[in-house]
């Protein structure tokens, strides 16, 4: 099982909107909608911030949003705040009892 | 308060074995499935497996890199879960997490996380 695609890095400017890229295959990101992005900070634990591609946890800011097309899926930041910089990390459930995660895309608050 | 809480990590020489342990509370374990997530320095997260509830069969499953070397296993009297690792190779060196399992979680994905035990597995 391979690992879902994701850009290295990303930035913006405080206000402007990012979109972070997730790609897979027919058999994991294109076959379930069960894609979950985390945030991880330096030294931290991940955390969740989308799950089932579009839906928030609680307490997560409606600033961020997730869909997907196909065999990709996208978190997007609106409204961008230096607090939101970090590691992201997409997930699919890539049947068969299995998961796959992306490789990690560095979000910079310019 | 859900807390994960891993230990068990250390040195380890290439061919060797270790036992990482994860300690449970804020939460029904016994009626949860855990999975365990590791990340090499710098490197991304890769799942490593799961272990469903023994009311649930308490069967489990793996990524295809630890298959027939790792095992996971749980003391639900203790509120303990466990990844036993055995053939160690350098690339498994890792940050190793402890976390619910999607199939455990309200919002199937993994939710909580420990702080995590890091494994150097070198000569």
């Known amino acids: 099982q391979s690992a879902l695609t994701q850009p290295a890095s990303v930035s913006g400017s405080p206000g402007q909107s990012i979109t972070i890229s997730c790609t897979g295959t027919s058999s994991d990101v294109g076959s379930y909608n069960l894609v979950s992005w985390y945030i991880q900070h330096s030294g931290k634990a991940p955390k969740l911030m989308m799950y089932e591609v579009y839906k928030r946890p609680s307490g997560v800011s409606n600033r961020f949003s997730g869909s997907k097309s196909g065999d990709s899926a996208s978190l997007t930041i609106s409204g961008l705040q230096a607090e939101d910089e970090g590691n992201y990390y997409c997930c699919s459930y890539a049947g068969r009892n299995t998961y796959v995660f992306g490789g990690g895309t560095k979000l910079t608050v310019l | 308060e859900v807390q994960l809480v891993e230990s068990g990590g250390g040195l380890v020489k290439p061919g060797g074995s270790l036992r990482l342990s994860c300690v449970a509370s804020?939460?029904?374990?016994?009626?949860?499935?855990m999975s365990w997530v590791r990340q090499a320095p710098g490197k991304g997260l890769e799942w490593v497996g799961r272990i469903k509830s023994n009311v649930d069969g308490g069967t489990t499953d793996y990524a295809a890199p630890v298959k027939g070397r790792f095992s996971i296993s749980r003391d639900d009297s203790e509120n303990k879960l466990y990844l036993q690792m055995s053939s160690l190779k350098t690339e498994d060196t890792a940050v190793y997490y402890c976390t619910t399992d999607p199939d455990s979680s309200p919002y199937y994905a993994f939710d909580y996380w420990g702080q995590g035990t890091l494994v150097t597995v070198s000569s």
């Open positions: 804020g939460f029904t374990f016994s009626n949860a499935w």
